[in-house]
């Protein structure tokens, strides 16, 4: 059996100007990164705002556990797929961490026969936007402690600067530090810290961003620091906005890329889902809207975190209205939830297939109360038997009312994920039921939004919150940030805070720790448990089985 990488090197790539031309994109709006990458250029876009828009549909998926989900790998299949029965279809995804690539998790271009390709590219540095992204926020950083050495005219209080430094790796040591150490000629000395890139604001303003103009105000409105007097100081009164914006000009261009089926998929932008609002770029979403008659994207982790953001943030901010929903689940998941070790997944056990059923029929509840129709996606693992496999199809049927269909395209490619890519097909076709809407209005205070999210979807008793947080909340409304989404942080590993409370837990207290206002990203962090916007490297990393073999070539990637 060949891993991802080879299966990944074993297939001939397209120039990127002929998969460029399946959408109608012509050369010249193409800014080429060698033969098979290439960003599409903003100005051309922009030309395209008047065209009508495809279809949408979101990847979602059930709550993750070790045993593995696959949401990008279905992203990738099902995008194949609905090439493969005659629409012209693009995906979007978002771009991959180091932090994760060189931690626990992996790579995020997919997988077997559904992955996006050059792989090692995506995976690593690709086109440098998430350099870019990390140099726009420490820019920021430096040119805040600057304004303080040279004088401070905005009175900044240093005990109130709120923005960290950034670096787009798992670093727990870089989680709270000490600047400016050294004497006189370096500053004065304050508490600090670091956050990974994809928790950055920037990333979230980037991924929001519609043109250029936008972009910027949206970087002049962050909130950085208060003045002793606790009034607001922002990066326009820094007056960095305009540089970091240079710095993110080339980045702000969608990244175009294929599919090992030659099909065209967008990569662009990459916010993680459990720690900032998990969707790729509005721009690349917009793009692949203008120019394909049906796009699929993902966002990250379960139904609880990445879907709900990109329903209450994306689409809320770009005015998307999503048409269809496929909810991923595995046979092994299902198990995990339903009460059994990783050892054991591989022996059948249809009694904890219906228990963890429990999970995924509140994800397909979850989805359906923002009016969005969905099918269950069924990935297949070769420990999986007949009897577990008609459980769930099943139990979708007569508990939760939906489709759930077989798919095999880590194996197979377009060919094992046709039937699901009919079922969506004909979810796209069929008139509306009911339509989309956002699970709290604007209007709706910042406390009780998070409380109708725990309410609704995660089946929380409460939200428990102290009176500094009551307060912090009680101030951003005050100064006018009430109407804004709230973006909430919290394991991905459980609807609870509790990562160890698997399968469909009811009756807890959702606990905020602490919130912060991302007043250019226009939502509202609340950061909820033991979540860390820096996360740390596993006890054994990937990065110790990554190493370049003989010829130069990559190994241990995935």
């Not at 626990?104 to 995506?122: L, N, T």
């Not at 725990?454 to 500094?468: I, P, Q, W």
Request: net charge negative; charged share 20%.
């Amino acid at each position: 059996m060949m891993s991802d990488i080879e299966v990944a090197r074993s297939v001939t790539m397209k120039p990127i100007s002929e998969v460029a031309s399946r959408l109608g994109i012509p050369d010249e709006a193409l800014n080429n990164y060698g033969k098979h990458i290439a960003k599409v250029d903003n100005a051309y876009l922009a030309t395209l705002a008047d065209k009508p828009k495809g279809k949408l549909v979101l990847v979602t998926a059930i709550t993750p556990t070790p045993a593995g989900e696959g949401k990008t790998t279905t992203t990738v299949g099902l995008g194949d797929a609905l090439n493969r029965i005659g629409k012209r279809a693009a995906i979007c995804l978002r771009e991959p961490s180091l932090g994760p690539c060189f931690g626990v998790k992996g790579g995020a271009a997919g997988g077997g026969w559904a992955q996006v390709v050059p792989m090692e590219a995506i995976n690593l540095h690709f086109t440098g936007d998430f350099h870019a992204i990390t140099s726009a926020h420490n820019l920021l950083a430096a040119m805040i402690d600057n304004h303080i050495y040279w004088g401070n005219d905005l009175g900044i209080d240093t005990r109130r600067v709120a923005w960290r430094r950034a670096i787009d790796m798992n670093d727990r040591s870089l989680r709270q530090i000490t600047s400016s150490l050294g004497g006189v000629s370096n500053g004065f000395a304050r508490e600090d810290g670091f956050d990974i890139t994809v928790a950055s604001e920037v990333m979230a303003v980037f991924c929001l961003a519609k043109d250029y103009t936008d972009l910027e105000a949206r970087l002049a409105k962050i909130v950085v620091a208060e003045t002793r007097d606790r009034k607001p100081v922002t990066a326009g009164d820094i007056g960095a906005a305009p540089a970091m914006t240079v710095l993110l000009k080339d980045a702000l261009a969608p990244n175009l890329v294929q599919t090992l089926e030659g099909n065209p998929a967008f990569v662009h932008g990459g916010p993680f889902a459990n720690i900032a609002h998990g969707c790729n770029s509005v721009s690349a979403t917009q793009a692949a809207l203008r120019l394909a008659d049906v796009v699929v994207t993902e966002a990250g982790f379960g139904a609880d975190l990445g879907a709900e953001k990109f329903f209450d943030i994306k689409c809320r901010k770009a005015g998307l209205e999503p048409d269809a929903a496929v909810i991923v689940a595995t046979i092994r998941a299902l198990k995990m939830h339903g009460g059994i070790g990783k050892a054991d997944l591989s022996k059948e056990n249809v009694a904890a297939v219906e228990e963890g059923f429990a999970n995924l029929a509140r994800h397909i509840e979850n989805v359906a109360k923002f009016g969005v129709p969905s099918v269950v996606c069924i990935n297949k693992f070769v420990t999986d038997t007949d009897a577990e496999i008609e459980t769930v199809i099943r139990l979708c049927k007569e508990q939760a009312g939906v489709d759930a269909v077989l798919c095999t395209h880590w194996a197979d490619g377009s060919k094992g994920t046709e039937e699901l890519a009919r079922k969506v097909e004909a979810i796209l076709d069929a008139p509306r039921a009911t339509p989309f809407t956002t699970l709290y209005p604007d209007d709706m205070p910042l406390l009780k939004k998070v409380e109708t999210i725990a309410k609704e979807l995660y089946r929380a008793s409460a939200v428990s919150a102290d009176a500094k947080v009551r307060k912090q909340l009680a101030d951003y409304e005050a100064a006018g940030f009430g109407h804004v989404p709230v973006c909430i942080a919290k394991t991905q590993s459980s609807f609870s805070a509790d990562p160890n409370a698997k399968n469909a837990p009811t009756g807890h207290v959702l606990p905020i720790r602490e919130v912060r206002l991302s007043a250019g990203a226009e939502f509202v962090i609340v950061i909820c448990g033991d979540i860390m916007t820096m996360p740390g490297l596993p006890k054994v990393p990937s990065a110790l089985h990554i190493r370049l073999d003989a010829n130069g070539e990559i190994e241990g990637l995935s």
